[in-house]
């Protein structure tokens, strides 16, 4: 994944919200057998691969409330796609200029782009 970004010359937004939300995810029992590292460095690795924003938590329309925070995140710093593996988010296909998408359609795009 960071070469596809870095190949593709991609600019990945983070936030608070998300960063707290990945580090309760990857706190998960599940996770444990998959990760090597303590939770902590991989949070400073998605930190490194991301530009780190502040946001204005005002978006109410994400079908699960929890997730608003992404469409501010997305919206605020005009980004062109939200990518997400979530079906609910991804039933929502475009909010405003942002289009809600799966990882496997973005790379299909960008290789249909060259």
């Known amino acids: 994944m960071v070469t596809f970004i870095v190949d593709n010359e991609l600019t990945v937004f983070s936030c608070n919200e998300l960063i707290d939300e990945l580090t309760n995810v990857l706190n998960r029992e599940k996770f ?18 991301t530009q780190f924003v502040d946001i204005e938590l005002i978006f109410k329309d994400s079908p699960d409330i929890k997730d608003n925070y992404l469409f501010d ?14 079906k609910k988010l991804l039933a929502m296909e475009t909010v405003e200029s942002v289009q809600v998408i799966s990882l496997a359609d973005f790379k299909e795009q960008l290789a249909n782009a060259d």
């Open 32 to 49: 444990d057998k998959y990760l090597k590292q303590p939770v902590e460095d991989y949070i400073d690795f998605h930190s490194d691969l």
């Open 73 to 86: 995140l997305a919206l605020q710093y005009d980004a062109a796609y939200l990518i997400t593996g979530d």
